[in-house]
């Protein structure tokens, strides 16, 4: 499907944007990078040794518009001036991923959802990596698929993607599409219309054919409202911790079972990674795991072996018996209400930030049954403390970090644990999640 392009535009210079000027580059296509912020030193210096022209802190519209094909970050809305100045001129505008699905056939294994899709991508690598096949992590993770598809030395392609990569992506074509959840995130982005959310995600079914296999989450009532209404011509594999009848995958007696010869059957108390939300990412990727003929042995090895992600349910500490747990990958409710849902002890909740149209309903029976108090760390937290304020007798309010480990430690007991679940994006007090979750990790060790 190799394509050729005479004059490609970049907007945004991190590694999918000059990633996908270094494919540009390696396949002869004059490109031009432009970045409205500052570029880290380490891409300019990249870009600078392979003679790749940029610009940064504006865009430079003129130019851009001349381009016959736009690469566009997934941070960028498709509704900015710029993007639709573009589409009105007809210039087709795309992600890096789809930009580097042109030019390689080896096979995508694609993971999308609202949650869970981090760790299933890097359980879907661990197994294939353990069992000795060629594979690499892209998407949101590790490097940006167009730098990989340069030399191409991969047999397969690991990767996370979001539902802003989706939305740049119309002819790339994944050997295996897994969806693992559709719950409201991002409606900023999408209108505030939840179908248009879920249109979203179901652009990783949208070129399947014959030989391809979608794994989806048949316990999600999105994703089964949603499977009624469209048509698939590919092998289905849905999975389930509910159900038996009908799933390639299930959960029976604490044990999953994965219907594809030879049946593979575990118990969940092998599973490196507890609760249920992780039965189903086990699921999920062991399924992905048989398709491609990866043998049991390899399979259970690998799923009783895996370290979790940083930033997702990781343990930091114990400090005089209070457990402290760094979820700060947790930016909307369903991925807290997975964590929430997996305490086993009584927990001081550390919760806030830049709320994305949170509603919080759905988390108030786990807040009584397991929450002790709760800190709110973000700077408007009256949603939090109207949502709560009649669930949960302590509540504070911290500026910082520190502050916010410090009054947790003040409120929780002897075997209780405290759970950095923020249900909100960084930004109003941090540059992103992972600074968020590496300052928790810190405030917890000067203890």
């Known amino acids: 499907m190799s394509k050729t392009f005479k004059n490609i535009a970049i907007l945004g210079a991190g590694e999918s944007g000059v990633g996908a000027a270094l494919l540009a580059k390696a396949k002869g296509f004059p490109c031009f990078v432009s970045d409205r912020g500052e570029i880290k030193e380490d891409f300019k210096s990249e870009m600078e040794a392979n003679g790749i022209e940029y610009e940064e802190g504006k865009h430079s519209e003129e130019r851009i518009l001349e381009a016959d094909l736009i690469i566009k970050s997934p941070g960028i809305p498709e509704k900015v001036d710029l993007i639709q100045a573009a589409l009105k001129k007809g210039i087709p505008v795309i992600s890096e991923i789809e930009f580097a699905g042109y030019y390689t056939d080896k096979k995508m294994i694609c993971i999308t959802g609202s949650n869970g899709k981090t760790t299933t991508t890097m359980l879907v690598h661990h197994i294939l990596d353990k069992a000795g096949v060629k594979a690499s992590l892209a998407g949101n993770i590790g490097y940006s698929l167009a730098r990989q598809v340069v030399e191409d030395k991969s047999d397969y392609y690991v990767l996370e993607l979001s539902s802003f990569q989706l939305d740049g992506m119309t002819e790339f074509k994944p050997y295996i599409s897994i969806l693992m959840n559709i719950t409201p995130d991002h409606l900023d982005r999408y209108d505030y219309k939840m179908q248009n959310y879920v249109n979203s995600k179901f652009r990783i079914t949208q070129n399947l054919g014959k030989d391809n296999w979608f794994i989806y989450n048949a316990d999600d009532p999105i994703i089964q409202a949603e499977l009624s209404k469209r048509e698939?011509?590919?092998?289905?594999?849905?999975?389930?911790?509910?159900?038996?009848?009908?799933?390639?995958?299930?959960?029976?007696?604490?044990?999953?079972?994965?219907?594809?010869?030879?049946?593979?059957?575990?118990?969940?108390?092998?599973?490196?990674?507890?609760?249920?939300?992780?039965?189903?990412?086990?699921?999920?990727?062991?399924?992905?795991?048989?398709?491609?003929?990866?043998?049991?042995?390899?399979?259970?090895?690998?799923?009783?072996?895996?370290?979790?992600?940083?930033?997702?349910?990781?343990?930091?500490?114990?400090?005089?018996?209070?457990?402290?747990?760094?979820?700060?990958?947790?930016?909307?409710?369903?991925?807290?209400?997975?964590?929430?849902?997996?305490?086993?002890?009584?927990?001081?909740?550390?919760?806030?930030?830049?709320?994305?149209?949170?509603?919080?309903?759905?988390?108030?029976?786990?807040?009584?049954?397991?929450?002790?108090?709760?800190?709110?760390?973000?700077?408007?937290?009256?949603?939090?403390?109207?949502?709560?304020?009649?669930?949960?007798?302590?509540?504070?309010?911290?500026?910082?970090?520190?502050?916010?480990?410090?009054?947790?430690?003040?409120?929780?007991?002897?075997?209780?644990?405290?759970?950095?679940?923020?249900?909100?994006?960084?930004?109003?007090?941090?540059?992103?999640?992972?600074?968020?979750?590496?300052?928790f990790k810190r405030a917890v060790r000067s203890l």
Request: charged letters at 25%.
């Open 232 to 439: 698939f011509d590919c092998n289905m594999a849905p999975f389930s911790i509910e159900k038996e009848e009908g799933m390639t995958g299930f959960l029976s007696n604490k044990q999953i079972n994965i219907q594809l010869n030879p049946v593979l059957i575990m118990s969940i108390h092998d599973l490196s990674l507890k609760g249920k939300h992780n039965a189903q990412n086990s699921l999920a990727a062991g399924i992905a795991s048989k398709i491609i003929e990866i043998r049991n042995e390899n399979i259970r090895e690998s799923l009783s072996d895996f370290k979790n992600v940083e930033h997702r349910l990781e343990f930091v500490a114990k400090v005089n018996g209070i457990e402290f747990i760094n979820d700060s990958k947790a930016t909307n409710v369903n991925s807290v209400w997975f964590a929430l849902e997996s305490m086993m002890n009584k927990t001081v909740w550390i919760v806030g930030g830049v709320d994305k149209g949170n509603d919080y309903d759905s988390l108030k029976p786990l807040v009584q049954e397991k929450v002790e108090a709760i800190i709110c760390l973000g700077k408007d937290n009256a949603k939090i403390k109207s949502s709560f304020g009649g669930l949960v007798e302590n509540i504070a309010e911290a500026d910082t970090a520190m502050e916010a480990v410090a009054l947790a430690y003040r409120f929780a007991k002897q075997n209780q644990t405290v759970l950095l679940s923020p249900a909100c994006a960084s930004f109003d007090l941090f540059e992103n999640y992972e600074d968020r979750g590496n300052q």
